[in-house]
Nanobody, 124 residues
């Protein structure tokens, strides 16, 4: 069992930066691929990015590529989502998720554990 708690959301101006955190508790955090997803108002949940066990590999949705970066600190059982130059369309509730696999998976159905989300509002 893995428990995930996101933090760091809030109101940010377009063009500023924001860092989200996701703290994990439970066993074997290093064995989980970790992803970020988001749900904009009135929309379904969409993939944002994913990082490997070690943090040395990652993939991102085209909409955030070059602006968002995922990192992880396995010693702290925490992953991060650094958001640079956010746009109004990045406004959403952001969720982290854990998948017990070695593959960088994009589909939410392949993730085993989810946090409750943290809200990000980007004002223009």
């Amino acid at each position: 069992q893995v428990r995930l708690v996101e933090s760091g959301g809030g109101l940010v101006q377009a063009g500023d930066s924001l860092r989200l955190s996701c703290a994990a508790s439970g066993r074997n955090f290093n064995n989980y691929v970790m992803g970020w997803f988001r749900r904009a108002p009135g929309e379904g949940r969409e993939f944002v990015g994913v990082t490997s066990w070690s943090g040395d590999a990652a993939n991102y949705a085209d909409s955030v590529k070059g602006r968002f970066t995922i990192s992880r600190d396995n010693a702290k059982s925490t992953i991060y989502l650094q958001m640079v130059n956010p746009k109004a369309e990045d406004t959403a509730v952001y969720y982290c998720a854990a998948a017990e696999t070695s593959v960088l998976v994009f589909s939410e159905s392949l993730y085993d554990y989810w946090g409750r989300g943290t809200r990000v509002t980007v004002s223009s």
